[in-house]
């Protein structure tokens, strides 16, 4: 690794995200705790103890310097960048496994959780503003790249609701099947969701027309949009895929397959915010990141720290966070000096 | 194939609301056992045992794209399961109480069907928790009763201090006229060692296959009180294991509805591990176990629990893998 820092954690890394301001990562553990590292920094990384139990889910406070986490102790709490902790929300003894936040204007944002069947969304100051209900669990929860709708991926569909409307009905997205993950499209024009059956299912809109994904040997857990929509990487491959959202795709194009062919399945994938970039994990520990214009690959991590389980690009583009399974975090540093 | 060690042990418990289902969970939660089960509930107020390890679930069913008509899975049991390996080191195995109605199908086929379940944990056994008093009247009320009977493993025979040593017998002999196959123990207030319902892995099913050979050729006189029954079957030559994937493949694919469970141990020719085989329903699943004891003989069997078995093909179609 050319520059940056790591860590052994010794807990399975469940998620790591940027803090809003970029100057924190902050490594959301199975074991319960938040360890928070300031970026550039060769100090000490903070440890704070926020769940009974794991984290199951993790993002950026939309205002604040710090994130919110979701755990399986049915806690939302905020954790500051100095290491504070308090409470959000409450879902007694349901597991909140999604959270998601966007930042407004003007120092106002909302914050999306899930637990079961509902969505509780809350203002920046963790006001609760609505429930929103599922026909069943929800595995997903994405804003859209306004703030305006929130996705949410569920058995038979997706729903997308807007945040702000007076009374609330979703517009449906239906499909037979399970879906277990959702990504919506920067500009709004697709909502993607990943199914239980080793595929992607997509519906273009406003008009909904169907989009099928298929070929995956495993199960996608990971899909990202590039910065202006026009690729959207998924991981379940030995490669990471890359569909084209441009030319009349996905539909009837092959999607671009990079840093593949050794058989190891890629576990996640992380479009950088502001260039054609894709990083991509690996089961075998291994992370490279690729340039989708020439297809050229760049290993970063070498196979050695166990499988990836999380990946992060900060808002600027230059830092990306790693973490395993087994516990390995690192953040490399990509800024030009 | 995954390693058996490094697996977690999913012990599935089910049974009719008020058979004894929630005292046998307190029991292994409070006994002094020196492991840490996660439980995954459905009625969160019932069990009075804290336990930070305790998931609130909605039973989740669906069914899988995949042609398979009968391939219904739990989805909440694929998130939960994946939600617990992110804290792997905390507990030694899992246990899944299903509601009383439950058919016990999907939770199984869920260990089955998922890739990453499939990969981390491994399905223990099934135990089904019966009230002596009450089974018969279950058992005429509801099919669900006689599945969660013939998909056990281990059956906990409870409440015996309610009825009298005929009625217990009678039952007994019922319980054995669905599944011959099943240990069944007689319980009070679902009193026994914890150790006969946890952690039983492939022991049980070669100690059954191995051990209980009156079973296995025993008549079919408990057939007739229900549509259930079971039946099994030996081959002493070694099996060819490709003539055996290509028979059973189309044996499940066509009676796969009727065959709730399927389980066997398998000796193919030029392999001295055992091959360790089952399915519920469509979908199968086998892995290489240890040896045999040096003097064991080779005898493969294979046994079946469903409906509407036609004992003279299954028979004919078994022996008919064995290696030329």
Known sequence: MSRGMSRELDAFVVAVRFSRDGRHAGFALGDGTVRLATVGSAGEWITAAVHDGSVLDFAPDPTGDGFISAGDDGKLNRIGADGSVSGVGNFGSKWVEHVATYALDKGKGLIAASAGKVVRLYDQAGQVLKDLVHPSTVTGLAFDGKGKRIGASHYNGASLWFVAAKTDTPRKLEWKGSHTGIAIHPEGEAVVTAMQENALHGWKLPNGEHMRMSGYPAKTVSLSFTRNGKWMASSGADAMVLWPFFGGGPMGKAPLELAGGDGIICNQVASNPRDEIVAGGFADGLVVVADIGSSRILPVVPPDHGPISALAWSADGTQLAIGTETGYAAIVDFAKR | ?324
Not at chain 2, 151 to 167: G, Q, S, W
């Open chain 2, 1 to 324: 194939m995954a390693d058996f060690d490094t697996q977690v042990p999913v012990t599935v418990l089910t049974g009719y609301l008020g058979a004894g289902k929630t005292t046998l969970l307190n029991r292994i939660l409070t006994e002094n056992h020196g492991r840490k089960y996660a439980v995954v509930i459905n009625e969160f107020g019932e069990l009075g045992v804290d336990n930070d390890l305790v998931v609130d679930s909605d039973e989740e069913v669906f069914e899988m794209n995949n042609g398979c008509i009968c391939c219904t899975v739990r989805g909440d049991l694929i998130r939960i399961v994946g939600g617990l390996m992110k804290r792997r080191d905390k507990f030694d195995g899992i246990i899944i109480e299903t509601t009383g109605l439950a058919n016990p199908a999907p939770v199984a086929q869920t260990f089955f069907v998922d890739d990453t379940v499939k990969a981390k944990t491994r399905l223990d056994a099934i135990v089904t928790v019966v009230d002596a008093k009450h089974l018969p009247a279950r058992l005429a009320d509801s099919h669900e009763a006689a599945d969660q009977i013939a998909f056990a493993d281990v059956i906990v025979l409870n409440k015996t201090d309610l009825v009298t040593p005929e009625e217990l017998n009678a039952v007994e002999a019922t319980i054995r006229g669905i599944n011959r196959f099943a240990v069944i123990h007689r319980t009070q207030r679902a009193s026994l060692p914890i150790e006969q319902v946890l952690d039983r892995g492939a022991f049980d099913l070669s100690r059954i296959l191995a051990m209980h050979p009156d079973f296995l050729d025993g008549d079919d006189d408990h057939e007739h009180n229900e549509d259930i029954s079971s039946m099994s079957f030996e081959v002493e030559k070694p099996i060819d294991p490709e003539k055996f994937n290509a028979w059973i493949g189309v044996l499940l694919q066509d009676k796969g509805a009727d065959l709730l469970r399927t389980k066997g141990i398998l000796y193919y020719a030029n392999e001295d591990r055992r091959f360790a085989f089952q399915a519920v329903h469509m979908i199968a699943d086998g892995d290489f176990i240890g040896p045999a004891k040096d003097g064991d003989p080779r005898t493969s069997r294979l046994v079946f629990i469903g409906r509407n078995l036609n004992r003279p093909q299954l028979r004919r179609g078994f022996e008919g893998c064995a290696a030329d």
